[in-house]
């Protein structure tokens, strides 16, 4: 029997079956019984209507057809079910306070959470830290930051972006999408973390100076997937309250669709990963040493599509040790280049700090071939910047665009190294550029 797969595929239908009929795809003596159920078309007599599916889907596909047809089928029940019915539903029943972007304050199961981001909602899950924020309000740490470009931070950015190229991005990215998924809560997403942490890690022992001081840390979750930090600062500098100049990336992955299955997350948010480790590689290269009473840290966040999680985790904890941010660059999505669309760094225009904001364009007009603009998703999406400037934290948010040009396949298993030949490592090289000035200009920034 010759199978049209992509007819089934398609619908899953009544019509689907009947098409099958009229091309003379199941039997002629099946076709003239005309008191037939559509299903009993394909199922001999004497065998149920499942049985007769199952055997029809069993012998006439191929193992990839079989797969493809049972995601599709997954697809359009309800995720929770489907995460009970594979056996990924342990805790999906645990209640949980979120914070939905345009609806407000909601109780929620870990399972709603999957619903709504299937439906296209975003959160953040404040279970644990509600009173973000509260203490900066109290201590008023809130107050404006203005930094300034300085000639001095001009030749060093200038030289360590020289000899920038792709091949470390590249590398490294290949590896990171090819975790099967970087779910936070799975396996998959713990050794993803500790890769990061060792790539890190090797990169830091590479330092050709004893002059800066170097560390990389795991900070531990509630769930297995660690945040993971590194820092810089100068080795003769002992002073304990030092000013932080934070780059930071989410490093985990969701299927939304089906939250076991395959989840690349090559540009979400793997290239902003990449990103912010090519900075710090290339300010290790360069022997990059922070001014006296700086340091610099690089932030890859677990669980951002848990509801910003990880986030507000360190957010929290740096708020109440009263650490002092200087100001953060968050860089979530950064290779995506829209067919007939022209390059340009987009900048988040809401929940970031407005002046930290204009630094960040003036670095782009002065380092970077591109030009930029200010975007937005409204109540769709969030990222994690969104902890720390709930925190009282000076941010801005760098992304690969204007968001209406964004990519349509992240959170699926299509959002690979590829995507039509719209990744784009060159633009992802831009980023990295705009992460080196970032660092050299507001540490040099009085």
Same mark, same amino acid.
């Given at each position: 029997?010759?199978?049209?797969?992509?007819?089934?595929?398609?619908?899953?239908?009544?019509?689907?079956?009947?098409?099958?009929?009229?091309?003379?795809?199941?039997? #002629?003596?099946? %076709?003239?019984?005309? !008191? *037939?159920?559509?299903?009993?078309? $394909? /199922?001999?007599?004497?065998? &149920?209507? =499942? @049985?007769?599916?199952?055997?029809?889907?069993?012998?006439?596909?191929?193992?990839?057809?079989?797969?493809?047809?049972?995601?599709?089928?997954?697809?359009?029940?309800?995720?929770?079910?489907?995460?009970?019915?594979?056996?990924?539903?342990?805790?999906?029943?645990?209640?949980?306070?979120?914070?939905?972007?345009?609806?407000?304050?909601?109780?929620?199961?870990?399972?709603?959470?999957?619903?709504?981001?299937?439906?296209?909602?975003?959160?953040?899950?404040?279970?644990?830290?509600?009173?973000?924020?509260? #203490?900066?309000? %109290?201590?008023?740490? !809130? *107050?404006?930051?203005?930094?300034? $470009? /300085?000639?001095?931070?001009? &030749?060093? =950015? @200038?030289?360590?972006?020289?000899?920038?190229?792709?091949?470390?991005?590249?590398?490294?990215?290949?590896?990171?999408?090819?975790?099967?998924?970087?779910?936070?809560?799975?396996?998959?997403?713990?050794?993803?973390?500790?890769?990061?942490?060792?790539?890190?890690?090797?990169?830091?022992?590479?330092?050709?100076?004893?002059?800066?001081?170097?560390?990389?840390?795991?900070?531990?979750?509630?769930?297995?997937?660690?945040?993971?930090?590194?820092?810089?600062?100068?080795?003769?500098?002992?002073?304990?309250?030092?000013?932080?100049?934070?780059?930071?990336?989410?490093?985990?992955?969701?299927?939304?669709?089906?939250?076991?299955?395959?989840?690349?997350?090559?540009?979400?948010?793997?290239?902003?990963?990449?990103?912010?480790?090519?900075?710090?590689?290339?300010?290790?290269?360069?022997?990059?040493?922070?001014?006296?009473?700086?340091?610099?840290?690089?932030?890859?966040?677990?669980?951002?599509?848990?509801?910003?999680?990880?986030?507000?985790?360190?957010?929290?904890?740096?708020?109440?040790?009263?650490?002092?941010?200087?100001?953060?660059?968050?860089?979530?999505?950064?290779?995506?280049?829209?067919?007939?669309?022209?390059?340009?760094?987009?900048?988040?225009?809401?929940?970031?700090?407005?002046?930290?904001?204009?630094?960040?364009?003036?670095?782009?007009?002065?380092?970077?071939?591109?030009?930029?603009?200010?975007?937005?998703?409204?109540?769709?999406?969030?990222?994690?910047?969104?902890?720390?400037?709930?925190?009282?934290?000076?941010?801005?948010?760098?992304?690969?665009?204007?968001?209406?040009?964004?990519?349509?396949?992240?959170?699926?298993?299509?959002?690979?190294?590829?995507?039509?030949?719209?990744?784009?490592?060159?633009?992802?090289?831009?980023?990295?550029?705009?992460?080196?000035?970032?660092?050299?200009?507001?540490?040099?920034?009085?």
């Amino acid at each position: 029997m010759r199978t049209n797969f992509a007819c089934i595929l398609s619908t899953l239908s009544l019509a689907c079956l009947l098409s099958l009929i009229l091309a003379q795809e199941v039997p #002629l003596a099946l %076709q003239s019984d005309h !008191t *037939a159920s559509p299903l009993s078309l $394909l /199922t001999p007599p004497g065998v &149920s209507a =499942v @049985d007769g599916v199952s055997n029809f889907i069993m012998n006439s596909m191929s193992p990839s057809q079989r797969e493809e047809i049972m995601l599709k089928l997954w697809e359009q029940q309800d995720v929770v079910e489907v995460m009970k019915m594979t056996g990924h539903g342990a805790g999906l029943d645990e209640q949980r306070i979120l914070d939905v972007f345009g609806q407000g304050v909601m109780i929620a199961s870990e399972g709603d959470k999957l619903r709504l981001k299937k439906d296209g909602y975003s959160f953040m899950d404040i279970t644990d830290h509600q009173d973000l924020g509260e #203490l900066n309000k %109290q201590r008023l740490r !809130t *107050a404006a930051v203005s930094p300034t $470009l /300085t000639i001095n931070a001009k &030749s060093t =950015v @200038d030289a360590m972006t020289a000899e920038l190229n792709t091949r470390h991005l590249r590398e490294d990215l290949e590896v990171l999408s090819s975790f099967w998924t970087r779910n936070y809560y799975t396996h998959w997403g713990l050794r993803s973390s500790n890769w990061i942490h060792d790539q890190v890690e090797k990169v830091l022992a590479t330092s050709p100076t004893a002059a800066v001081k170097t560390s990389v840390s795991k900070f531990s979750h509630v769930f297995l997937q660690n945040t993971i930090i590194a820092r810089l600062e100068r080795s003769d500098d002992t002073s304990e309250d030092k000013q932080i100049i934070i780059l930071s990336a989410h490093q985990d992955s969701l299927n939304y669709l089906l939250p076991f299955y395959r989840a690349p997350g090559a540009d979400d948010d793997g290239s902003g990963s990449v990103t912010i480790l090519q900075v710090l590689r290339s300010l290790i290269e360069q022997s990059f040493v922070p001014p006296p009473n700086i340091a610099v840290e690089f932030h890859w966040f677990a669980a951002e599509e848990g509801g910003l999680l990880g986030s507000q985790a360190v957010a929290s904890a740096y708020e109440k040790a009263d650490k002092t941010v200087k100001g953060m660059l968050h860089m979530d999505m950064t290779a995506f280049v829209k067919k007939g669309s022209k390059p340009i760094i987009g900048f988040f225009d809401s929940q970031v700090n407005a002046n930290l904001t204009t630094f960040a364009t003036q670095l782009v007009e002065s380092y970077i071939p591109l030009s930029w603009g200010y975007t937005g998703c409204g109540a769709s999406c969030g990222s994690d910047h969104m902890s720390f400037n709930k925190a009282g934290f000076p941010v801005a948010f760098a992304t690969e665009g204007l968001f209406e040009d964004g990519p349509q396949n992240i959170h699926t298993a299509g959002d690979d190294m590829d995507n039509d030949g719209q990744f784009s490592l060159d633009h992802m090289l831009e980023f990295v550029k705009l992460g080196i000035a970032f660092v050299a200009e507001l540490a040099a920034s009085p």
